[in-house]
T-cell receptor, first 110, second 114 residues
Framework: QKEVEQNSGPLSVPEGAIASLNCTYS??????FFWYRQYSGKSPELIMF????GDKEDGRFTAQLNKASQYVSLLIRDSQPSDSATYLC??????????FGAGTTVTVRA | DTEVTQTPKHLVMGMTNKKSLKCEQH?????MYWYKQKAKKPPELMFV???????INESVPSRFSPECPNSSLLNLHLHALQPEDSALYLC?????????????FGEGSRLTVL
């Protein structure tokens, strides 16, 4: 059973702060790692993907991957109220199947 | 065109009804997916079509029947559903013909079964 675990929320951060989201996965053969954002009542939207160890930055978002520790994280810098959403970590393994974590709900307080 | 379009957005049906959900993409993507999402849960994969052929069926009950008429269209036919099938049904597509994590989701069809 491939498992993807995310830190339980909800996570509340003040506007302008850094929101840190964590995700661990059980399958050491996992290949690719994704972060989706889902606003309440809307569909998921891919915001970041990372395939290699290290950091990947895109605007205010940074994804970090450590395959040895089976850990992937998402940092949201200068958090804005518009970042309030549920963030889903997703992982593909050797069979290419995508496994989603349960999600972490982030609330950015103005 | 970078959208996946789903219709209808909302559907209410009785347990004896037959209805269909429709999905369309014009991005030239080679794989299309149906996911089911219950409230406060992650999406659950139902079906994957790759190059218009059914490549993954996640042991979905036969009351759900997928169809891929062409590379741009995906349907989900519904028959004799149960109230527990009420959920948000999401269509997604991906550029690659195999299963990847880079998915483009439609807005979803919210289904209520009475």
């Amino acid at each position: 059973q491939k498992e993807v675990e995310q830190n339980s929320g909800p996570l509340s951060v003040p506007e302008g702060a850094i929101a840190s989201l964590n995700c661990t996965y059980s399958d050491r053969g996992s290949q690719s790692f994704f972060w989706y954002r889902q606003y309440s009542g809307k569909s998921p939207e891919l915001i970041m993907f990372i395939y290699s160890n290290g950091d990947k930055e895109d605007g205010r978002f940074t994804a970090q991957l450590n395959k040895a520790s089976q850990y992937v994280s998402l940092l949201i810098r200068d958090s804005q109220p518009s970042d309030s959403a549920t963030y889903l970590c997703a992982v593909t393994s050797n069979d290419y199947k995508l496994s989603f974590g349960a999600g972490t709900t982030v609330t950015v307080r103005a | 065109d970078t959208e996946v379009t789903q219709t209808p957005k909302h559907l209410v049906m009785g347990m004896t009804n037959k209805k269909s959900l429709k999905c369309e993409q014009h991005m030239g993507h080679r794989a299309m997916y149906w996911y089911k999402q219950k409230a406060k849960k992650p999406p659950e994969l139902m079906f994957v079509y790759s190059y218009e052929k059914l490549s993954i069926n996640e042991s979905v009950p036969s009351r759900f029947s997928p169809e891929c008429p062409n590379s741009s269209l995906l349907n989900l036919h519904l028959h004799a559903l149960q109230p527990e099938d009420s959920a948000l049904y999401l269509c997604a597509s991906s550029q690659q013909g195999t299963y990847t994590g880079e998915l483009f989701f439609g807005e979803g069809s919210r289904l209520t079964v009475l």
